[in-house]
Each structure stands twice: as C-alpha cells, then as structure tokens.
C-alpha cells in the first residue's frame, strides 16, 4: 500500500457526460500528479500541482481540468467526454528525499478506471 | 531531452530462471531512474530507485540494478523468477528540476512454470 488512496476505482459513463476523480496524497507529500493510462498510448503525464500550484503540465486535453485544495487532495475533472477518454487514471504524489542530491520519489495510487460508453 | 527505451515489449521465462529486462536512457544532466511494476489491474509499486550513491541498487522482491553511466543503461535483474513477478515492469527516468517522469513503454513479463 502505497498510502495515496483514489477514489472511486471504478466508473462507468456515457459519452459527454463529465466526471471527478479524487486523490488523497501520502501524508505529507506537497505534490499530486495525474497520469492516463491507456492501450494505445500507454502512460502519459497529464498535470502536476505543488502545494496548491499548478507546476508542470503534460499531455492534458483542454477538456480536462485538475486542482488541488488546502488539505492537499486533488481531483481531476473529465468533461465532454468520449469514448477514447476511457483508460486507467492514475495519481501520484512525491517526496524528496536527500542524499548526495535532492532525488524526488512519486508513489502511485491504485488507479480508477474509466469506462466510456 | 530526455527520453527512455525498454529494449524488450515482452519477456518469457521459466520459474526459477534468472529474469533481465533491459532499459536504456538519455539525459543531459544527471538522471534519477526508478523501476517500478505493474501487477494486472493493479497500480504501480516501486521496485527501486537510483539515488547516486551507488551504482548497484537492490530493490524488493530480490530484484537489482545496475547504473552504467558508459553505456547509459540501467537494466533490471532477480537471480531467479518466482510466478508472483510475472508483470508489467516501467523504467523511468527523471531529471533533478524538472518535476516529470518519462516513462519507458514497459516490458511484460512472463514467468512459465
């Protein structure tokens, strides 16, 4: 278990309908990152918020928006969606750790799966 | 810019076997690489990390790796397959600064009893 929980695991909807992922990070990570999975594509980085901020984005299709709030979880609305938009919807969040250098580690939460009819 | 290729899109071996999926890098700065692994519908678990402080890294579930700055490689091992580690495997590699993970295509691996 990698302490970063999501929710739901699982969600069915239709075409143009418009849906919200949840991802509570590890206690104490400052950052959230959305990943999609899919067959085609494989894993891509959509969008990364610190503390708050957005800091980095990725492969996120204008119909898709992410925040994060003050107790740090994070949601990921999908709107307008399409068939193509079902896949795997990952969320990490990260720690620093130091050593020699500064190395950033981001742990995965189980995912939520979504299915587009 | 970096960028990361696992050699292998699927890899078979039999139980008790030693496993090697191989995964090659490019950075410009000093890269952080990770392996991390895939169980069906379940979501990614860190195997290990290169942190610098040294080249071969262990990791759990007995696997290792080794950081070959020469021949920008960082190619994951375990002595002997167990049916459990059949999987999908991710390299990835990240540079200091730049807050993203590049993730290789990944390799599946197959453990025949």
């Known amino acids: 278990d990698s302490g970063v929980t999501q929710t739901p695991k699982h969600l069915i909807t239709a075409t143009g309908q418009r849906v919200t992922l949840r991802c509570s990070p590890r206690?104490?990570?400052?950052?959230v990152y959305w990943y999609q999975q899919s067959l085609d594509q494989g894993l891509q980085f959509l969008i990364q918020y610190y503390n708050g901020e957005e800091r980095a984005k990725g492969n996120i299709l204008e119909r898709f928006s992410a925040q994060q709030f003050p107790d740090l979880h994070s949601e990921l609305n999908l709107s307008s969606l399409e068939l193509g938009d079902s896949a795997l919807y990952f969320c990490?969040?990260?720690?620093?750790?130091?050593?020699?250098?500064?190395?950033?580690?981001?742990?995965f939460g189980p995912g939520t799966r979504l299915l587009v009819l | 810019a970096q960028s990361v290729t696992q050699l292998d899109s699927h890899v078979s071996v039999s139980e008790g076997t030693p496993v090697l999926l191989r995964c090659n890098y490019s950075?410009?700065?000093?890269?952080?690489l990770f392996w991390y692994v895939q169980h069906p519908n379940k979501g990614l678990q860190l195997l290990l990390k290169y942190t610098s402080a040294a080249t071969l890294v262990k990791g759990i579930n007995g696997f290792e790796a080794e950081f070959k700055k020469s021949e920008t490689s960082f190619h994951l091992t375990k002595p002997s397959a167990h049916m459990s580690d059949a999987a999908e495997y991710f390299c990835v590699v990240s540079t200091s600064g730049t807050y993203k993970y590049i993730f290789g295509t990944g390799t599946r691996l197959k453990v025949l009893a």
């Open positions: 990490a969040s990260s720690s620093w750790t130091s050593g020699t250098r500064y190395q950033e580690t981001q742990y």
């Open positions: 950075s410009s700065y000093s890269p952080s």
């Open positions: 206690s104490g990570d400052l950052s």
